[in-house]
């Protein structure tokens, strides 16, 4: 064992030392108060028969507490990618107990308060932990874990950086609930005795602020990465001991940015949640992928790349999803997912080789192709414009530029092959786990177009959302509406705003009433409108708002919740 790593099957055990585990709420919480929390909530889930249980919380430490109790508590622990409806029903249909932030459907446990500890080690060896895959390109998959194939990455992982981070606190803008998040802002921290920090910062900004005065690291995504710009704080960035970034390939642009900027080269992890973690770089020496210790990845005469790591339950190589190119002394470059790999009317493309046309040409800063299943499949790109692209549209228009995009394309690709659907972003949409939110894009492409307005621009932030839509008119609530004077009617500007609102903001409450509802201006065919939401989750109100250039055309507030 690495000498400056605990043993996670101790962790919540009794130490002769007392030290910092977490910032929760703004309170220091150290060693002594996590031994008591865990061995509360142990004595009172001890007491339940169920042995699966789901764990979700916003917050890593009260996290952090509820899985070492359910695992002391001799639970069955699976870490669920989200908190959505859906996603709870599935795993209530699959017998488990819901622990955590579950909107009103998880078990409520009242921790038992002992005079004395009575845990014990922890198997390391039991296959105690699932977790479960991105479902990036399909369903989620559920993985197990025991925690020694955790404790023998979080040794290489202090063995290779433990020096550098040295006692910096983490701070995070991805989740716990995924492996990475999990590993490096939860687990490695608690082994190696270095305070974590339990909220979720959702962009740079405040991050920066609570690591002001701290000696801290940060633990990203490639996504949040490449947002930073001209207006971030670089001199607060260089102050950080390291960035790690993973979850896909950070751009060579964002990795020179930053250590222009701030002298800081950025260290990307290249793993998954089947594997763990796999090899690392920093892009800006050398793009090329070092494995960790132990660690051998091969390709065979097929092209089929495959991985032995000590990381790994079973002894036989495992197939990697992505395809690899090897160099010299065991070092790789990766060339893209196997399954972005796709078929289109018998017709082979590669989704990454459309992506990296696209952001060849001058107008466009980042895209992201998927393909559309239907009575025909169809290739759709999301694009986030530069400024030249910005004022190309402004200048020319949507129609003008998907033209110029579709003949530039046509050099490379066969016709068949062309983005059929095309969506502007002033942002990629991203998950918790700092990856392209596929779902949400893959509802706003399936929009009737007969029933809503076409989308031509989407600016995503946190809990408010400002769209730019197109009122075409052959939607078919013109018809008879007037048939010399067209207009929009009242209820369809209602159903739009909550239509949408759903999609953004996951809200499952039933409606409940509109508030404040007022009808300003009439909406024509052909008109573009822009439409602002708003959620208020404290109090289940969206707030919406259609205007134009000249007017505001209507607003008001839809309630949820239950009938009281």
């Known amino acids: 064992m690495c000498a400056n790593i605990n043993s996670l099957s101790q962790l919540a055990l ?66 669920a990618a989200n908190n959505k409806t859906i996603t709870a029903d599935k795993l209530l249909d699959q017998g488990c107990e819901l622990l955590g932030d579950w909107e009103g459907k998880e078990l409520v446990i009242e921790p038992q308060q002992l005079d004395q500890s009575t845990l014990q080690a922890l198997d390391m060896n039991k296959q105690s932990l699932l977790i479960f895959t991105s479902g990036s390109s399909g369903q989620a998959k559920a993985i197990t874990k025991s925690l020694q194939q955790f404790q023998s990455e979080i040794e290489t992982l202090e063995s290779c950086w433990g020096q550098q981070l040295a006692q910096a606190q983490v701070l995070a803008t991805v989740s716990h609930q995924h492996i990475y998040g999990l590993l490096f802002r939860v687990l490695w921290p608690l082994a190696a005795g270095r305070c974590f920090h339990s909220q979720m910062y959702l962009s740079p900004e405040p991050l920066l602020k609570a690591a002001s005065d701290i000696a801290a690291y940060w633990v990203a995504s490639p996504a949040q990465l490449k947002r930073l710009d001209e207006l971030t704080p ?23 940015q930053i250590q222009d900027n701030c002298q800081h080269k950025v260290l990307e992890i290249y793993g998954s949640s089947e594997t763990g973690g796999i090899a690392w770089r920093q892009s800006v020496d050398d793009a090329l992928w070092t494995t960790f210790e132990g660690i051998e990845v091969s390709v065979d005469e097929q092209g089929v790349s495959y991985l032995k790591s000590p990381y790994l339950v079973a002894k036989s190589p495992f197939v990697l999803d992505d395809k690899i190119k090897m160099a010299e002394e065991g070092r790789f470059a990766l060339l893209g997912r196997v399954d972005r790999i796709v078929k289109v009317e018998e017709k082979r493309l590669s989704l990454d080789e459309l992506e990296q046309q696209l952001i060849a040409y001058q107008w466009i800063e980042q895209a992201y192709t998927l393909v559309l299943s239907g009575k025909r499949e169809k290739v759709a790109a999301i694009l986030v414009l530069s400024v030249l692209g910005q004022d190309y549209l402004q200048q020319q228009g949507r129609a003008a530029l998907i033209k110029m995009l579709r003949k530039q394309l046509m050099q490379s690709f066969e016709t068949v092959l062309l983005p059929k659907k095309w969506l502007m972003m002033h942002t990629l949409p991203l998950t918790s786990q700092g990856k392209v939110n596929r779902g949400l894009l893959e509802q706003l492409l399936a929009m009737d177009s007969n029933r809503f307005p076409q989308i031509l621009d989407v600016n995503d932030e946190n809990d408010s959302v400002d769209l730019q839509l197109k009122v075409l008119p052959e939607l078919i609530y013109f018809e008879g509406h007037f048939p010399e004077q067209p ?29 404040v509802v007022k009808f300003k201006k009439i909406i024509r065919p052909n008109d573009i409108i822009r439409m602002k939401l708003n959620w208020k989750a404290e109090t289940n109100k969206l707030y919406f708002e259609l205007s134009s250039l000249t007017d505001s055309h209507s607003s008001g507030r839809i309630v949820y919740g239950e009938q009281e």
């Open 14 to 79: 009794a130490s002769k030392t007392e030290h910092a585990i977490a910032v929760y709420q703004g309170q220091l919480i150290n060693s002594t108060q996590f031994n008591a929390d865990v061995q509360a909530l142990a004595n009172s889930l001890s007491h339940h028969k169920t042995k699966q249980f789901a764990l979700y919380y916003d917050e890593a430490y009260v996290f952090a507490v509820s899985l070492f109790a359910l695992l002391h508590s001799n639970k069955e622990v699976w870490i």
């Open 234 to 256: 670089w001199q607060s960035i260089a102050k950080l001991a390291a960035i790690f970034s993973s979850g896909g390939a950070l751009a060579i642009t964002a990795a020179k």
């Open 487 to 515: 207009i929009l009617p009242g209820v369809t500007q209602l159903a739009w705003a909550e239509s949408f609102g759903k999609i953004f903001f996951n809200i499952s409450q039933p409606f409940l009433r509109m508030e």
